[in-house]
């Protein structure tokens, strides 16, 4: 190869340039997600791996052994998984027949009813909790109206497990008939009629047309409702019992009241390794559906 | 899927049958919207009926539905608390701060996202999900553990630092998707007619960007602004914002109305945000912050 001619070698050079600088601009929020996600992350694996429960270095499982071994620490998580399974069960349980309303519903009524559903979102987490400490606590307006009808054994649910699937249930309403209805919305009315007239009956329709075009939204709702109730803190917190406690509340008691950083350090890595699937459930998720987005414009 | 059924069909009817006008009028008949309503109206308009009450109550006592006495008593107590004379200023400046710089840190990047070509784009531009992935108090713990170590546990550096994190798929994703909307037509016929690059990002990419860099302003200060968590766990004890002062508030409860009335005033940005409801949801905003 001979010498270039130098306006090539010239936007070559500018190409180059280009790039870098397209690197640069992109590597400030690059740099912050990896110092406060991955290295602490990585960095509270790999710690809770190579030193035992002493501070003496070395690979060692002592300190996962020592949680398994508490039972206060075994009955947080399983408590957790428990409020994760039946809050999960009751948002779908609402949200499901929510979303197929908002989809197919038109009007006045189907107005005001999206407007409820998408209120939540403009309640802050913290303000939720106190509302409806207000609302379900002893002598709250519920206590009230109920025995304004005449029924007067109303039992709290302030400081049980049920408080706190009421006030997780009220947070992920919005997001979950959000991403739902998007999904319905892709299916069109003509798709379905056209199918019924080649002769499909219901549950063909529902198994082949409705099913495959909702399992991508049906996911995103799981997999971020799923580390949204594994990673809650403040519903937990404020909402319910003293004993036992979601992973979140236990944590923060063992980092901030016992100032026991390695032990909570610990728990943080169990709960990672259990999301671990389900985080990235998520991301494959949002990524397909990108990935396609972006073919088919 | 028994689920998915809002309401027994009528017979011989699936929900799902024929056009969307047999549905509505299945709908209509069942009166699912209007069960729905009402169940809805009481579950999420309920709880904030007894808070806004509460911070107007003087006295309310069991079984009223009402207050027995209307006042702004409380008002002037609660203001005068040293420790909310304290956060609140703080906590506006701290939401202003972290929006800031998170508008400094990721606009930039989110131009080259959507403007340049370079290998992994696409991938550094998904891994950002990340934010998303991990169960957010562990994640929470884990940073905290090192900022103890580094002695951050305490300090607002530290505070800023793990309230960033919060804001990067937000400020990334929606900028990117209003730069990869913006028509290149318009700005090529204007450097046609010879105006200077930096003249047409102004007058005519950044007008049209406009309002999708507002709402992700405007959402990325509500949402740092009511952050607790991060803010609770890195900041206390000598930070205190208000959202982790509303913690103490709500356990103590000497005094009801105090919870109530800061719970009304801190409302105040979320309310702005519903009135911009509607174009935030058409924009597709509002989910943006969860990656979709």
Known sequence: MT??????????????????????????????????????????????????????????????????????????????????????????????????????????????????????????????CYALIRFLGTRGTLETVLSIFGFMDYST???????????????????????LTAGLRQISDSLIESARDVGANDLTIFRRIILPLITRPVLIAFSLNFLGIFGAYTVPYLLGPAAPQMMGVFMQQTFGQYRRPDEAETQAVITFLICSVVGLLYVRTVASQRIQQEDAE | MTTIQPAAPLPGMSFWQGTRRSFTTM???????????????????????????????????????????????????????????????????????VTALSAVICLPASYAFARMRFRGRQALLLSFLATNAFPRFGLYVSIAVIFFRLNLVGTVPGVIMIQLVNTLLLMIWIPTAAFQGVDRSLEEAALDVGASPLRVFIQI????????????????????????????????????????????????????????????????????????????????????????
């Not at chain 2, 999420?44 to 027995?68: C, D, H, M, Q, T």
């Open chain 1, 3 to 128: 010498t270039l001619p130098t306006s090539t070698s010239g936007s070559l050079w500018r190409q180059r340039r280009g790039l870098i600088l397209a690197y640069l601009l992109v590597a400030p929020p690059l740099l912050l997600m990896v110092l406060l996600i991955f290295v602490p992350a990585i960095q509270s694996i790999a710690r809770t791996l190579t030193t035992d429960t002493t501070g003496e270095a070395g690979l060692s499982f002592s300190r996962y052994i020592a949680f398994f071994q508490d039972p206060i620490s075994v009955s947080n998580l399983v408590f957790t998984f428990q409020v994760v399974f039946v809050t999960l069960l009751v948002i779908f349980i609402v949200c499901f027949p929510l979303a197929i309303y908002l989809r197919f519903a038109q009007g006045r009524i189907a107005g005001a009813v999206q407007i409820l559903v998408l209120f939540p979102l403009f309640v802050p987490g913290i303000i939720l």
């Open chain 1, 157 to 179: 649910p302030y400081l049980k497990p049920s408080a706190i699937i009421i006030g997780l249930v009220w947070e992920s309403i919005p997001f979950t008939v959000l991403v």
């Open chain 2, 27 to 97: 709908v209509r008949k069942n009166g699912f919207g209007l069960i729905a309503l009402v169940i809805l109206a009481l579950v999420i308009l309920g709880p904030l009926y007894s808070v806004v009450l509460w911070a107007f109550a003087e006295r309310w006592r069991y079984p009223s539905l009402i207050p027995n006495e209307f006042g702004l008593k409380f008002w002037e107590q609660t203001f005068s608390r040293a420790d909310i004379l304290e956060a609140l200023p703080f906590s506006i400046v701290l939401a202003l701060t």
């Open chain 2, 205 to 292: 990419t950044l007008p049209m960007v406009m309002p999708a860099l507002a709402a992700a302003l405007l959402l990325t200060f509500v949402n740092t602004f009511y952050e607790a968590q991060g803010a609770l766990i890195v900041g206390l004890p000598r930070v205190v914002t208000m959202p982790v002062l509303m913690y103490s508030l709500i356990n103590s409860q000497l005094v009801v109305q105090y919870g109530a009335i800061v719970s009304v005033v801190l409302w105040l940005p979320s309310l702005l945000l519903l009135l911009m409801a509607q174009r935030l949801l058409r924009g597709g905003y509002l989910t943006a912050g969860f990656g979709v």
